[in-house]
């Protein structure tokens, strides 16, 4: 049955204007949140289509490394040479190339200048003073370029620019070509902890004073490709150290030549095992393809034991890795070395770990293992791990590159560590091992665009963690624990849509916030089984590919069913933090024995219309008139013209001022039924205001009088009316003892003091009646009332 129910409310509490006030100033109702992105995004093509999947005429650029290098310990200098072959898949005709050579970032004379304030200080130290010495003069980093040829060995010209390398091609490569030329460099190799004064670096090597060994951690250690795209062109952003990197897949082939005690670790899989470990250390790599458990090729006692001897001769280690977009290694004589398979989807990865000494506590128990579970976590909620190897590096860093990433992890000098340390280092393994599917497969731009890999990655992390352990303490990936970021001043705030090279708080933008986002689509706006549906459908698109955030956008849209613009507006685009509060809350109850004012039919004395014509003519209908070519129908049918075209225009006036009309009631007394049914409930009107501007679905969490709990959840869409003020009623089976917003936190609010509404206090009543079934329209309703205007009297 149907009922109308007529309210009489009594307001209990408000704090500011009344609802109406704010609900009819049109100042304070609509601005954009809910348009669409629109022209934010860029127009949808054959490469990449409206709905986010690479199109049918999607190019990539294939770039192959043959290398060959040779680390000369003594002289921390790395000298080697490449062949190199470009292929043109791009409809384009190129005529040169850029490559990135990123050790001039080390360079007082080469690097890209990227200055930023800084002040005088009141007090420095003489490391503060030395910055400024060794800035005025050639510090002797950077990539010496000793040969540049083609494949004939005819000299190419080139142009170094910062950090930055355009190379002239001898003729036009056009589109299906390939091109092949030939690089020597050598560079000197960085001591990490030094350049820490210079912000730090991500390849180099660290010294060791106790032993007076290094370990090398070699990192964009080649000059490489730029990459050449449909959405660019060619990538120009300089290396600071900051947006990290661009680039091509290919398959590499890499030859290492290092001290012969050294154990090298690598992008890849090692082509020579059989002539680089010994044959203990061969049977133990053997046997490890099928260990339950991590097992080690290179034990804590001979690393220790070859860390006290260093070895004249050399030794060439060789790698091969395919389909891959960079190659990075390691070298040192102080390496323990683990390793166990894990199964993905049936096929068998070797997970791995580098480490010394100072690391061997926590490494030796949790590495590899760690390794492990990101494969099978990040396969699950991507895609299958497609390369054969995946290793972590205690390396006292967190960076990542294909099948290989640099961690932290150390214990202190008495093998105890605490457990922050352990955490950490179990953390970074999976973040960093986990950028092997973004950004090293799904190739994003990290240099424009940080969050696209950071980001996303820091995301999945934070499931991965979640599932390493229900109570690991994750900081980044929650809703709530971006909310301090969130409200910080705008001037010291940036929209995630922000260049990598202009963030202030960079891992809270970049990392945080969207891993934040993502989780608050999952759990709280779109719901984990759609979310989890679209996020491996965007993976899985861009494996091997190369995306755009508007790819990212539309892929998630397609794949959910949902019209997500205006959370990619606020959350992405915008800075605004979310602050949703309770302003009021009213509390009635059916009066059930109410009497309608209308019990039966009442004839009452309705006025007579006014003319149905405009009152005013406009020039159309005066030149109609005028245009003595024109019949009008009704002169034409003198048919047509009744009694209110005669009464408009004054030819039939009506006899009386009033005609009478007939009203019947629409509702009467409740019945028996209704009242047992409706006579116990409780309704509650509630305004809420969005005090942050960043709209979001509004969750509540009732208390009632008996102590149970209810939850409700609203869509966001409620505030697509009006963006600053909602009002909504509720029926309850249970008197409501307080009110509260965002229970858990979902929402990244940044101001919990307006969530709760206490105590409410004692309801007034609105009259309740039953709605008849059947109605009889009111007689005698004017035919030609205008849309719009007010029926009844």
């Not at 299906?176 to 050598?186: D, P, R, Y």
């Not at 608050?520 to 706006?525: G, M, V």
């Not at 009464?647 to 009309?661: H, L, N, Q, S």
Request: glycine letters at 6%; aromatic letters at 14%.
């Amino acid at each position: 049955m149907k009922y109308t129910f007529i309210f009489l409310f009594a307001l209990f509490s408000i704090t500011g204007p009344s609802s109406a006030q704010l609900m009819n100033n049109p100042n304070a109702s609509h601005a954009n949140k809910f348009e669409q992105l629109g022209t934010l995004l860029p127009t949808p093509n054959d490469q990449r289509t409206a709905s986010g999947a690479p199109g049918v005429r999607y190019w990539q650029q294939r770039v192959d490394y043959d290398i060959k290098c040779e680390l000369d310990e003594a002289g921390n200098r790395l000298t080697g040479s490449e062949t190199i072959t470009y292929y043109n898949n791009s409809p384009d005709v190129l005529t040169y190339f850029w490559m990135q050579l990123d050790e001039n970032q080390h360079s007082t004379v080469n690097n890209a200048n990227y200055q930023s304030s800084n002040r005088l200080p009141k007090e420095a130290t003489d490391k503060y003073m030395d910055r400024f010495e060794e800035r005025r003069s050639d510090n002797g980093y950077g990539v010496n370029i000793t040969r540049l040829t083609d494949a004939g060995g005819k000299p190419l010209q080139y142009t170094i620019n910062k950090t930055m390398m355009k190379v002239m091609l001898p003729a036009p490569l056009k589109p299906g070509q390939k091109f092949i030329f030939n690089c020597s460099w050598n560079y000197r190799i960085v001591n990490r902890g030094d350049f820490m004064r210079f912000g730090g670096a991500r390849g180099g090597y660290e010294h060791f004073a106790e032993d007076g060994n290094n370990n090398y951690t070699m990192t964009q250690w080649y000059p490489r490709l730029c990459r050449y795209s449909d959405d660019q062109g060619w990538q120009n952003h300089q290396f600071t150290g900051t947006g990290e990197f661009t680039l091509c897949f290919g398959n590499f082939r890499v030859q290492m030549t290092v001290p012969a005690d050294h154990i090298v670790g690598a992008t890849g899989e090692c082509q020579n095992y059989a002539q680089t470990l010994n044959a203990t250390q061969l049977a133990r790599w053997n046997k490890a393809q099928t260990a339950s458990e991590p097992l080690q090729i290179v034990t804590l006692e001979e690393a220790l034991a070859a860390s006290r001897s260093v070895s004249k001769a050399k030794k060439t280690w060789i790698y091969k890795a395919d389909n891959v977009r960079d190659f990075a290694w390691t070298s040192s004589r102080r390496f323990v070395w683990d390793a166990q398979p894990v199964k993905i989807e049936g096929k068998k990865v070797m997970a791995m770990s580098y480490y010394a000494k100072e690391a061997y506590p926590i490494y030796s128990k949790f590495s590899t293992k760690a390794v492990a579970h990101t494969l099978r976590t990040y396969s699950k909620f991507a895609f299958p791990y497609p390369y054969p190897v995946a290793i972590s590096v205690e390396g006292n860093q967190g960076m990542e590159y294909p099948m290989i990433s640099f961690n932290p992890g150390r214990a202190e000098k008495d093998g105890s560590y605490s457990e922050g340390a352990k955490n950490a280092a179990i953390l970074v393994i999976i973040h960093e091992v986990g950028h092997t599917f973004f950004p090293m497969i799904v190739n994003s731009d990290e240099r424009q665009w940080t969050w696209m890999d950071e980001g996303l990655n820091s995301y999945l992390q934070y499931l991965t963690q979640e599932l390493w352990d229900n109570k690991f303490p994750s900081d980044g990936g929650p809703a709530w624990a971006i909310a301090e970021y969130m409200k910080l001043p705008k001037d010291q705030l940036e929209p995630i849509m922000t260049n990598s090279e202009n963030i202030n708080n960079f891992g809270a933008n970049a990392y945080d916030k969207v891993a934040a986002g993502l989780n608050i689509l999952r759990e709280t706006i779109v719901g984990r089984e759609l979310f989890d549906n679209a996020f491996r459908e965007y993976a899985r698109r861009w494996m091997f590919k190369s995306p755009t955030p508007a790819d990212f956008f539309r892929t998630i849209e397609d794949a959910t069913g949902e019209d997500l613009d205006w959370f990619w507006r606020g959350w992405f685009y915008g800075t605004d933090a979310c602050d949703i509060a309770i302003d009021s809350v009213k509390y009635a109850v059916p009066d059930v024995s109410a009497v309608p004012g209308l019990t039966k039919d009442t004839v009452v004395m309705r006025p007579l219309p006014r003319p149905y014509v405009n009152e005013f003519e406009d020039i159309a209908k005066i030149r109609n008139r005028e245009d003595k070519s024109i019949v009008f129908e009704t002169d034409r049918d003198s048919t047509l013209r009744d009694f209110y075209w005669q009464y408009a225009r004054g030819i039939a006036p009506y006899d009386t001022a009033r005609y009478p009309v007939t009203i019947r009631p629409q509702t009467e007394v409740l019945d028996a039924e209704g009242k047992q049914k409706y006579g116990s409930k409780h309704l509650y009107e509630i305004s809420f205001s969005n005090k942050g501007g960043l709209v979001m679905p509004i969750i509540l969490e009732w208390t009632y009088q008996d102590g149970s709990k209810e939850v409700e959840r609203i869509p966001a869409q409620v505030w697509r009316k009006n963006e600053k003020n909602v009002v909504k009623t509720f029926m309850k089976d249970k008197q409501v003892k307080s009110v509260r917003l965002d229970p858990f936190k979902e929402t990244a609010d940044t101001d919990e003091s307006n969530n709760s509404y206490g105590e409410i206090p004692a309801p007034s009543k609105f009259k309740l009646f039953k709605q008849k079934q059947q109605t009889t329209p009111v007689q005698g309703i004017n035919p030609m009332q205008k849309a719009g205007e007010k029926k009844g009297f």
